[in-house]
């Protein structure tokens, strides 16, 4: 363990361990208290080993990022079965980090932020069966990039938090090559994305924006070669969920409004099902079971909820080759229900 605060002893100190870390089960720690540090860590030829970076103050450095026509010297790994884990807690903080090789994984955490510096970080992967996480908390003026390449079954998670109190976002996956994220930015008060994946090659994404007051976002995937996006921008008091059962289902769910609740179930396989709600007090409920089944549901309208009632539709598919359109705006109390079988 070192504990350093010079930015040119830090460099030193960790360019010199780099040639010692060319063997198996190699470990590099290293904690900085202050500001303006720099570090950075070449670890190579490294099976089961492990980096851990720790950084607390305003304007350190863990690796310098890539930009324009200057390549950057960032936090290397070459190893396999092996972890990198950067942890920074304060103001105006960047790390960039680049692994090599196989069934490694890699995890940059910053928080902390300020209204005038922001936070940046930049995770880079290459080779097959890595995981990789990027995840910023109560920050402003935040960027994160994660890229991957030249393997298979690689994972990414990218999340960016210029949020208030209450965020969270979880991801869990099992299977082969799945894709997951939820992105989180601008928003405030008991927010929540959720991503499930169970089997192979389904994507799913979670995208909130500006949303405030207990806006929550979940989709469940089980099967194969599904596709699941939910959008939630703008949104206050409102539950977007979307869960696929089956192989091939398409579903996304929209949401920009106050007080909306969507529900999309497929089961099945080769179904389709679009959700789009803005206004207020607009409550959806849509169910395909079965094969190669399509519906499109649109609530555009406004109820004041206090005084009127809300607008609903609720849309049941049983069987196959089905499509179902609904259309609905104007003021409160309208309600739409469509059955096929």
Same mark, same amino acid.
């Given at each position: 363990?070192?504990?350093?605060?010079?930015?040119?002893?830090?460099?030193?100190?960790?360019? $010199?361990? =780099?040639?010692?870390?060319?063997?198996?089960?190699?470990?590099?720690?290293?904690?900085?208290?202050?500001? %303006?540090? &720099?570090?950075? !860590?070449?670890?190579?030829?490294?099976?089961?080993?492990?980096?851990?970076?720790?950084?607390?103050?305003?304007?350190?450095? +863990?690796?310098?990022?890539?930009?324009?026509?200057? @390549?950057?010297?960032?936090?290397?790994?070459?190893?396999?079965?092996?972890?990198?884990?950067?942890?920074?807690?304060?103001?105006?903080?960047?790390?960039?980090?680049?692994? =090599?090789?196989?069934?490694?994984?890699?995890?940059?955490?910053?928080?902390?932020?300020?209204?005038?510096?922001?936070? %940046?970080?930049?995770?880079? /992967?290459?080779?097959?069966?890595?995981? $990789?996480?990027?995840?910023? $908390? =109560?920050?402003?003026?935040?960027? +994160?990039?994660?890229?991957?390449?030249?393997?298979?079954?690689?994972?990414?998670?990218?999340?960016?938090?210029?949020?208030?109190?209450?965020?969270?976002? @979880?991801?869990?996956?099992?299977g082969n090559y799945n894709l997951a994220s939820v992105t989180? /930015?601008?928003?405030?008060?008991?927010? =929540?994305?959720?991503?499930?994946?169970?089997?192979? $090659?389904?994507?799913?994404?979670?995208?909130?924006?500006?949303?405030?007051?207990?806006?929550?976002?979940?989709?469940?995937?089980?099967?194969?070669?599904?596709?699941?996006?939910? /959008?939630?921008?703008?949104?206050?008091?409102?539950? +977007?969920?979307?869960?696929?059962?089956?192989?091939?289902?398409?579903?996304?769910?929209?949401?920009?409004?106050?007080?909306?609740?969507?529900?999309?179930? /497929?089961?099945?396989?080769?179904?389709? &099902?679009?959700?789009?709600?803005?206004?207020?007090?607009?409550?959806?409920?849509?169910?395909?079971t079965g094969n190669n089944n399509r519906a499109t549901v @649109?609530?555009?309208?406004?109820?004041?909820?206090?005084?009127?009632?809300?607008?609903?539709?609720?849309?049941?598919?049983?069987?196959?080759?089905?499509?179902?359109?609904?259309?609905?705006?104007?003021?409160?109390?309208?309600?739409?229900? !469509?059955?096929?079988h």
């Open positions: 363990m070192m504990h350093v605060r010079k930015s040119l002893l830090s460099l030193a100190v960790l360019m $010199a361990l =780099s040639g010692a870390a060319m063997a198996d089960d190699s470990t590099v720690n290293t904690t900085q208290d202050g500001s %303006s540090n &720099a570090l950075n !860590v070449d670890q190579q030829g490294a099976t089961q080993s492990t980096v851990n970076i720790n950084q607390k103050g305003s304007q350190n450095t +863990a690796g310098i990022p890539a930009a324009g026509r200057y @390549s950057g010297a960032a936090i290397s790994q070459t190893a396999t079965y092996s972890s990198l884990n950067i942890n920074q807690s304060g103001n105006y903080n960047s790390a960039a980090a680049k692994q =090599s090789g196989n069934n490694n994984s890699g995890a940059i955490t910053q928080t902390g932020g300020s209204y005038v510096l922001g936070q %940046s970080a930049t995770l880079d /992967q290459s080779s097959a069966y890595n995981t $990789a996480t990027i995840g910023q $908390a =109560s920050n402003t003026r935040t960027s +994160a990039s994660i890229t991957q390449g030249n393997g298979n079954n690689n994972t990414a998670t990218t999340s960016q938090t210029g949020n208030g109190n209450g965020t969270g976002a @979880s991801i869990t996956q099992s989180q /930015q601008g928003n405030s008060s008991f927010i =929540s994305g959720t991503v499930n994946q169970t089997g192979n $090659a389904n994507t799913g994404s979670v995208l909130q924006l500006n949303s405030t007051y207990s806006v929550t976002a979940k989709l469940d995937q089980n099967g194969n070669n599904n596709l699941g996006n939910v /959008q939630q921008n703008g949104a206050s008091a409102s539950t +977007a969920t979307a869960t696929q059962r089956g192989d091939y289902n398409t579903a996304g769910l929209y949401q920009s409004g106050s007080s909306l609740e969507a529900n999309v179930q /497929q089961r099945g396989n080769n179904n389709y &099902a679009s959700s789009t709600q803005t206004g207020n007090y607009n409550e959806e409920s849509l169910l395909q @649109s609530q555009t309208g406004s109820s004041s909820g206090y005084f009127s009632a809300a607008n609903v539709v609720g849309v049941t598919q049983s069987g196959n080759n089905m499509v179902a359109n609904v259309s609905q705006s104007g003021g409160g109390g309208n309600v739409a229900t !469509v059955y096929q």
